[in-house]
Nanobody, 125 residues
Framework: EVVESGGDLVQPGGSLRLSCVVS????????IGWFRQAPGKEREAIAC????????YYAGSVKGRFALSRVNAKNTAFLEMNSLKPEDTAIYYC????????????????????WGQGIQVTVSS
């Protein structure tokens, strides 16, 4: 099971940290990705952290503002979001994969086998 938390209403320029907990064994072998879907738009990949070497990949729209990390001992990945903009408003989804994710693949939803229900993030004054 994949469960997201930390969504909230935040003002432009603010920060928020989302958490993703994946239940069960073997978390350290999973790549973790974050996707989001804004109203009226298709879901897009925004970040991924690989297993083992913990390499991170980011979409251009969030690079430099978002940071993805993981604590394997807690089965948890964290998405730190800074300098938030109204266009960051979306439902955010965490996903997990047993596959080896490389940069050209991190935005492919088919690479991720396990998905959370999503959590709302709203950036508004």
């Amino acid at each position: 099971e994949v469960v997201e938390s930390g969504g909230d209403l935040v003002q432009p320029g603010g920060s928020l940290r989302l958490s993703c907990v994946v239940s069960g064994d073997g978390f350290n072998y999973l790549a973790i990705g974050w996707f989001r879907q804004a109203p009226g738009k298709e879901r897009e990949a925004i970040a991924c952290i690989t297993s083992g070497d913990e390499i991170t990949y980011y979409a251009g729209s969030v690079k430099g503002r978002f940071a993805l990390s993981r604590v394997n001992a807690k089965n948890t990945a964290f998405l730190e979001m800074n300098s938030l903009k109204p266009e960051d408003t979306a439902i955010y989804y965490c996903a997990a994969s047993r596959f080896r994710i490389t940069e050209p693949l991190f935005n492919r939803e088919s690479m991720y086998e396990y998905w959370g229900q999503g959590i709302q993030v709203t950036v508004s004054s």
